[in-house]
């Protein structure tokens, strides 16, 4: 493992530079980095300028792993060039581990350092990659003061649920959901089914980032959000083991009565009755949350 400064200059692994101890120029430097990460982009100037007093920077060579499955968190990530793998082993052996989806450039991961929930995944550099990683107090008070700007980058609960709100742009009649819908919301989604959203929220922005993206659709808009018509053609295509479109309308079905998915256009479960009746002739009409 090979740790630098944001300004370039080699350290050994046991000399951390101190946020407190950086410079103007090295505050420029990292801020004009970030700014050429599309992720970071539509962060506004105030965040993005903590993040720069913040966050350390992590060079990994080929092979490096940066966690492991089960470990309890300390910081939280972001790629800024290169790619890791992401390991998931049922057995919690981690020579059984397999290779579930890959993260690229932009992708951020290592929030269950918000609630200390241990680590659903091994971490591995598939290339020489460089990572921008904020430990877990300063990130904290970034997610209390910009909950809005980072959520977009988080896998459900926390990316799904807190920046998901969207009661401040729908009608009245578009509030006027079930009981059950209600339930479902309220209720927790299982261990193995939040590790699934995030598994495929990651794998989506790293193999097709531009399906997530903000929509407008009846003069509303929706923040990154997908269609339901591209989320079951993209699953139907990453793996043999979806068998028809009718099983990945399932797999999606199983996260949204979860709540790892929202339903975008009516804040309530109709994925079932407006999507997969009638064979998904409805399925595009609908935007999802993931």
Not at 160 to 174: H, I, P, Q, W
Request: hydrophobic share 35%.
């Amino acid at each position: 493992q090979t740790y630098r400064e944001w300004s370039g200059k080699e350290k050994a692994s046991n000399e951390w530079c101190l946020p407190s101890e950086r410079s103007g120029e090295d505050v420029d430097i990292i801020l004009t980095r970030l700014r050429g990460v599309k992720t970071f982009q539509r962060f506004p100037p105030p965040l993005l300028l903590q993040i720069c007093t913040c966050a350390f920077y992590e060079c990994l060579e080929k092979g490096i792993t940066l966690f492991r499955q089960g470990d309890i968190g300390t910081s939280w990530y972001a790629v800024l060039s290169g790619s890791l793998d992401v390991k998931v082993s049922e057995t919690a052996n981690h020579q059984d581990a397999v290779t579930i989806c890959t993260l690229g450039i932009g992708t951020a991961f290592g929030e269950s350092i918000l609630d200390n929930t241990p680590r659903h995944a091994t971490i591995v550099s598939r290339e020489t990659s460089e990572l921008l990683r904020i430990e877990q107090r300063e990130f904290k008070t970034l997610w209390e003061k910009y909950r809005q700007s980072l959520a977009g980058l988080l896998a459900p609960p926390y990316g799904a649920m807190e920046s998901g709100s969207n009661n401040d742009r729908l009608t009245d009649k578009d509030n006027m959901n079930s009981d059950s819908g209600h339930k479902a919301h309220n209720k927790v989604p299982s261990e193995k089914l939040q590790r699934a959203g995030k598994v495929l929220r990651n794998a989506i922005l790293s193999r097709a980032p531009h399906m997530i993206r903000d929509r407008k659709y009846h003069l509303k808009t929706y923040r990154q959000c997908c269609v339901g018509t591209e989320l079951v053609d993209w699953l139907v295509m990453q793996s043999a083991c979806v068998l028809t479109r009718s099983h990945a309308v399932g797999m999606w079905q199983a996260l949204l009565e979860e709540g790892v998915l929202n339903h975008g256009n009516l804040n309530s479960l109709h994925f079932v009755a407006a999507c997969i009746s009638d064979r998904l002739r409805h399925v595009k009409k609908h935007v999802f949350i993931l």
